[in-house]
């Protein structure tokens, strides 16, 4: 991140605990009891406007659409519902024009009140129409929120104008409405109502709807993340058959996945509000993406918030409902999902479509993306790569020649630090290299896991003998961490090394071992079997393959990749081949899957952003007379859908890259990741199947296969992302308990 941003970071922040603290003491005594009476929103309306938050909007200089949105979730997680977004769209209407200064400067001062609609321009057909003639307005509005303490009503007359009513005259009727068991809308019914006509200038109305939109998800956000935080924190108290029911696997994995689907939001949410204050023409875009994704994860995360809480949730005088019923008030309004997910098929698909926009990676990543795509179209086209594709998919998971060609360059060690002989880059240019590579389809290369392993915890003469083998791309290494009885439990592994003399000797098992071909592999031993926890007993090595005792019996996976059952029988390795301290193996395993998971999910979400490009090309393509996939309104909401996902996922993944660049990605943080990326390429997976049908089952080599099998052969690829180094099923219990706090 720039400095810019960072200030930008540090200003949100303060004006969130602000705003808290704010609302905590002057609406969170009297605002539970009677919220959406006029007098109550008025009252604290008119506090919150001394705090200057009716005059954002106004000038970049004093807060932008992001400012906006955090004091809209502030006001959502106060369950405080003010006319913020009305003032704002006031603002982000009104201001650039430099039309109605009477209006505005009431309304920062608190002495005008607006109340804002779009009427015939909401995409929802339920919220009425005005008609103007002779400067009188004549209709109805439904749903216009807070109308009962507004001064005056701002509603579009055409895409260029909006009409200006003073609500204090003759021939306005006020009628409060009950939407989800909740007061707070109003029905406006207006007879011949003088009005004022506005030049909307440089502002667009579509801009001014998703700008509402994204404002209302903000809030949304804000009531779902409090009604998530008091379940949590209920979990933790609420004690059923003798132990918190914050304990129960059932319960950690329901709010796990609340915390990702929060998360994935808030981060959607955020990017688009940025893109919209640098005048990026992308943030439409990512905003249609926002409200796509997370007006069903807001819910799916209200609804089981609500069931974690019980019965003790469905009484009134509990806060959670009124959270309940902002988060899906705010969801379907002005459209909802639906009218996002239709802009975005038309961006995706119509008049020959726009592809997934790049992630800006800052100017080095950016810079090193160009230099891989070059390096690529010298080193891996043509012939040669013709040649490796034409190969069964079991012969293309690595390919020595490119490897020892990609070593040549440094890149394999492009994050190490240098004093390892790295080029010490940026997480962000990490991304990039791993991204060019993945549109470019090239073999994977290098031992990240056990470089880092040997970087942190090795000696420095197993860095000095296995860095350079692995940054020149000479060497593989295996892991070695599996065993019939200990998949995921790496604690219960029996595989056992003994020292005899100046040697370990290893006896054991290991299953499901992916680089078994590889030139040495990094192995989970148990040192003391009567070690007390158990995982106080292994300890971690360096096995050569090729020594003695050694029995390799590869097997086929169900994505025909290739792991192996192998079998260790007096295997004989020096004792200096011990990486770390005896018995001190599970900081080192551990250590290394963090690691590794922090970048997993990035790894997998940009897998499925080339495979979607690809889907794509597909659904606009027309099969003879046949009109294209992507004139099915169904495949348009699948392809829109996928996308809004994968956008979250590339965010999840941004976000690990910053935590990286000030440190260590959380462990949570990088489970988080690699839970949504690796689901998100099941349900890839699946869709693209469902999009094209039959043909695109055949099976790679097989006539008539759609891209040699690629889709098909992605669905089944995906059950060993979501499986390996950690099953999704214990990387939500890592997050209920690393994350949130939950008991063990």
Not at 9 to 17: F, N, Q
Not at 262 to 281: C, N, S, V, Y
Not at 552 to 557: F, K, L
Request: net charge negative; proline share 5%.
């Amino acid at each position: 991140m720039g400095s810019s941003e960072v200030a930008s970071d540090d200003v949100a922040a303060m004006l969130r605990e602000s705003l808290r603290g704010f609302l905590g003491v002057h609406w969170r005594a009297v605002g539970l009891k009677d919220a959406a009476s006029p007098e109550a929103v008025s009252a604290i309306w008119r506090k919150l406007v001394g705090q200057g938050v009716a005059a954002l909007g106004s000038n970049p200089d004093e807060g932008g659409l992001r400012e906006i949105m955090v004091v809209m979730a502030e006001l959502g997680r106060a369950a405080c519902p003010v006319p913020m977004w009305s003032a704002a769209l006031a603002n982000l209407a009104l201001s650039p024009a430099g039309t109605v200064p009477n209006l505005l400067e009431g309304l920062h001062a608190g002495t005008a009140c607006v109340a804002f609609s779009f009427g015939a321009f909401d995409p929802d057909p339920g919220a009425g129409a005005i008609q103007i003639d002779a400067q009188k307005i004549t209709g109805a509005l439904r749903f216009v929120e807070a109308a009962g303490s507004a001064t005056h009503l701002l509603v579009p007359v055409d895409p260029s104008q909006l009409a200006l009513v003073d609500l204090g005259v003759p021939g306005i009727g006020r009628v409060p409405t009950r939407a989800m068991g909740a007061w707070g809308n109003w029905e406006l019914r207006l007879d011949s109502v003088p009005v004022t006509l506005i030049d909307l200038g440089p502002v667009s109305l579509d801009d001014l709807l998703l700008a509402a939109r994204v404002m209302l998800l903000a809030r949304a956000h804000g009531a779902a993340r409090r009604a998530f935080d008091l379940a949590v924190d209920y979990a933790k108290e609420r004690c059923q058959f003798g132990q918190p029911i914050g304990k129960f696997q059932a319960i950690q994995h329901k709010l796990a996945n609340c915390l990702i689907d929060l998360e994935g939001a808030r981060l959607i949410l955020d990017h688009t509000a940025k893109l919209h204050d640098q005048r990026d023409r992308n943030w439409r875009y990512f905003g249609d993406c926002a409200v796509a994704f997370a007006g069903h994860a807001l819910r799916r995360v209200s609804l089981e918030t609500q069931h974690a809480f019980g019965a003790i949730g469905y009484a009134e005088e509990h806060e959670a409902p009124q959270h309940f019923k902002r988060v899906h008030l705010d969801t379907i309004a002005l459209g909802g999902t639906s009218h996002a997910k239709k802009g975005l098929a038309s961006r995706l698909l119509d008049q020959g479509g726009a592809g997934l926009p790049e992630c800006d990676l800052g100017p080095a990543g950016n810079e090193l993306r160009e230099q891989v795509k070059q390096w690529l179209a010298q080193n891996w086209s043509g012939d040669r790569k013709a040649a490796f594709e034409e190969k069964p998919f079991a012969k293309r998971e690595f390919d020595g020649g490119f490897a020892l060609d990609v070593g040549k360059t440094g890149w394999i060690g492009l994050g190490w630090p240098q004093e390892f002989g790295g080029q010490a880059r940026s997480p962000l240019e990490q991304i990039a290299f791993m991204e060019t590579m993945e549109q470019g389809e090239a073999p994977r290369i290098g031992a990240s896991i056990q470089a880092n392993a040997l970087m942190l915890f090795g000696t420095p003469e197993q860095q000095r003998k296995y860095l350079p083998e692995i940054l020149r791309g000479e060497a593989m290494h295996g892991m070695g961490y599996s065993e019939p009885e200990a998949g995921s439990d790496l604690a219960a592994l029996r595989t056992s090394a003994v020292q005899d003399g100046d040697h370990w000797v290893i006896n054991g098992q290991k299953i499901w071992t992916t680089t078994w071909w590889g030139k040495y592999m990094f192995l989970a031993a148990r040192t003391d079997k009567n070690a007390k926890p158990p995982h106080a007993g292994i300890s971690m090595f360096i096995v050569p393959m090729n020594a003695a005792g050694i029995t390799i019996r590869p097997a086929t996976t169900m994505y025909d990749g290739s792991f192996a059952n192998i079998f260790y029988d007096n295997v004989r390795i020096p004792l200096e081949n011990l990486v770390g301290e005896v018995n001190g193996g599970w900081k080192v395993l551990t250590g290394a899957l963090a690691f590794e998971r922090g970048l997993v999910g990035g790894g997998i979400v940009l897998k499925v952003a080339h495979a979607f490009e690809q889907l794509r090309q597909h659904v606009m393509r027309r099969d003879g007379e046949r009109p294209a996939l992507g004139c099915d309104p169904i495949v348009r909401d699948k392809m829109a859908t996928l996308a809004s996902e994968i956008e979250v996922g590339r965010q999840l993944m941004m976000h690990c890259a910053e935590l990286a660049a000030g440190g260590i990605t959380p462990p949570e943080y990088g489970a988080i990741s690699k839970v949504f990326s690796g689901e998100l390429m099941e349900r890839f997976g699946e869709a693209a199947l469902d999009i094209l049908g039959m043909r695109a089952a055949l099976s790679e080599q097989m006539p008539g296969a759609i891209d040699n099998g690629r889709f098909e052969q992605n669905l089944r690829h995906s059950l060993m992302w979501v499986i390996s180094i950690g099953t999704n099923e214990i990387q939500r219990s890592l997050i209920a308990q690393r994350g949130l706090g939950l008991p063990r």
